[in-house]
């Protein structure tokens, strides 16, 4: 056995200062070898606001790993539009008392070490996963901590930076299609906004299920969305969504969720079939209201549209959200390895301009996914 104490160079990093040093600690035996990051950097959210509130800080703790948590060294780490609202100040009624945050959900990289109880991943295999949404301590990090089952083995087809941005927007499509709806081979699925990573994961999902799959983008998605087997994909900026699109549905997964897309939803629908949406209400309402109102005022609101469309159209009304699932993650690896989920990645910013990749979205100067990459 050999004890190994190194420290890393310190080195200017454009905007930010120098990058933080850190302890590494390395057990070498023959096959095995533990790294433990005692410090790293991390990109902070000290307030909310816009881009320029971020800093990238040096010699941020790494808490100790609770049992059935993994250190996970950070290669790649995308940008979820949650991540822009987290850092406006959305879900501010659960995170301002625990601020400085750490955003950022999605990762792909290396595992450092892991919890006593972790048996599924070992040290130095090349993982993926994604953070809970109410996750304090995020991913913009060197090291970041998931449990277990937030993480498998990345598919070795797939460069850190692809892996990144797949998870937390194909968990979305996974827990809305598989766990709420249960689509079946042969279902109708209609994707209303195809062309964002949750749309577009959705639509390879259904497709690899089985599933007859139709939706609606922007015209420059349209090419995308049949390539990825959708039957129909309706440009919703030059086109009538109501009158072009065919049939009746099982399934509507609505990622724009406004009341325009709830009633062509709705209405598409055959009765006892699933209306899904993404915009769910609990956190801008607990926002507005506080936690003691808000929260149940959103349990009452939800209620009071599942019984009205129970009654009115005969089907059932969701407010879909991103959780955790190592079943799900798993049948997402073995999909990006038979080549049959991928979300195309647009841009890559290193981790020291978080702020301009953040503004680029803010402005949506950049449609598709971006991903922040670590050195
Ligand atoms: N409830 C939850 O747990 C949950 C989880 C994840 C996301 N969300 C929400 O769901 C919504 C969608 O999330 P997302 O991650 O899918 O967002 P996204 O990837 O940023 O996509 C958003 C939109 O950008 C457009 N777009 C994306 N790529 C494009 C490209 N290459 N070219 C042109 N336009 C492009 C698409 O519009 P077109 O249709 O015009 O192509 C798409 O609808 C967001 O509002 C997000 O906050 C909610």
New binding site residues.
Partial sequence: MRWLLRRSSRKAVAGFGSRGSFSLFEVGFSEVRRSVATSCRAVLLPRFGGPEVLELRDNVSVPDLKPNEVLVRARAVSI???DC?MRQGYGRSLFKPLLPLILGRDISGEVASVGSSVHSLGVGQEVFGALH?TAVRGTYVDYAILAEDELVSKPESISHVEASAIP??AL?AWRALRSTANIKPGQRVLVL???????FSAIQLAVAVGCHVSTT??G??VGRMLAAGAEQAVDYTTEDCEVSIKGYFDAVLD?IGVPETERIGVNLLKRGGHYMT???EAASLTDKYGMVVGLPMSTAILLQKQMQYRYSHGIEYNW???RADGEGLEEIRRLIEAGKLKV?V?KTFPITQVREAHEAKDERLI???VVLELD
């Fill in positions: 979820n539009p949650l609202r949404p937390f927007a979305t906004g195809g062309g964002g990573a949750v749309g983008c922007g420059e998605s990622t993404l915009q769910g879909t959200y991103m195309p647009e449609f598709g996914k």
